[in-house]
């Protein structure tokens, strides 16, 4: 079976190494490490499905458009760890402008407009960017960072703050996306992103197809995202792990479930005040 390979030239895209090792291996997908930088890459052996129709289509549009008119009623959600990080350290949006990528059903470029940001959206989902403009009455564009800033060169140098929250994980060219992001910031500007942290039990074991080749293309921990965003050129750069929690407990592999009970509240207090949770935030300025 021929493999379809996700690297650039099968070499590294964040160190250019030529090295890399089996971390996992199925039927339909390879993980493999760069053993210079650590970065995790997928090998899809076979791609069945188109990516649109099969993620940005399908997948939960539905429950986000819900999620926004909740939102747009007035009633509370709960934020996802990506978001609420965010607003936890950018309080007041004194109509700073935010370019939220992947933005989804709309629901955090609602929440930024209700804080007094100034919100723009991009989104590879054309029906999720006709329900933003249709029933948010919000700003967004169709398409990916290379393709929007193609049609709209006013994009450069000119948001105070990029988001791209769960989405780097799915890009094919890790270090274009992070080039045209910073293109995109005003010189100070930051940009704020999440993806789902490789050294999480609970991601290791979440094997589900979407988030595994070919939804899922790179899989990152601290070390490596902190790497890109060097590369990529931001400065100022801080890494937030997001703690584990009780809920992500079910996909943790049997025999740890068995040994946790065993050692009861010795594990709880020990390990998991230790052990990272699925997702980690990523920030990084532009100062030139």
Known sequence: MEKQIDLVNNVCQLCDGTEFGSVEKEAEYELLKCKRCGLISGYAYSIQSNYNAEYAEGGDYHIKFEIARRIGRGERVHLPYGPRKFFSKVVSGDRNKILD???????????????????????????????????????????????????????????????????????????????????TLKLGGELFLSTPNF??????????????????????????IEKALIKAGFSDIKVFEKPFAVGEFSN??????????????????????RTVGITMVATGIKNS
């Open 101 to 183: 990528i992947g933005c989804g059903g709309g629901a955090f470029l609602l929440q930024a407009l209700q804080r007094g940001f100034d919100v723009h959206g991009i989104d590879v989902s054309e029906n999720a960017v006709a329900f933003i403009r249709r029933e948010l009455g919000l700003k967004a564009n169709a398409g990916t960072i290379d393709t929007v800033l193609k049609q709209k060169q006013e994009f450069l140098d000119f948001f105070n703050f990029v988001t791209a929250f769960e989405v780097i994980e799915h890009v094919q060219n890790i270090m274009d996306f992070l080039l045209s992001v910073k293109h």
């Open 252 to 273: 943790v592999k049997p025999k740890v479930k068995k040994m946790l009970k065993c050692f009861g509240s010795l594990i709880f207090d020990g390990i998991f005040d």
């Open 199 to 224: 050294n999480s039990i609970y991601y290791q074991n979440s094997k589900g197809r979407l988030n595994r080749p070919p939804i899922h293309i790179t899989f990152w921990n601290p070390s490596t």
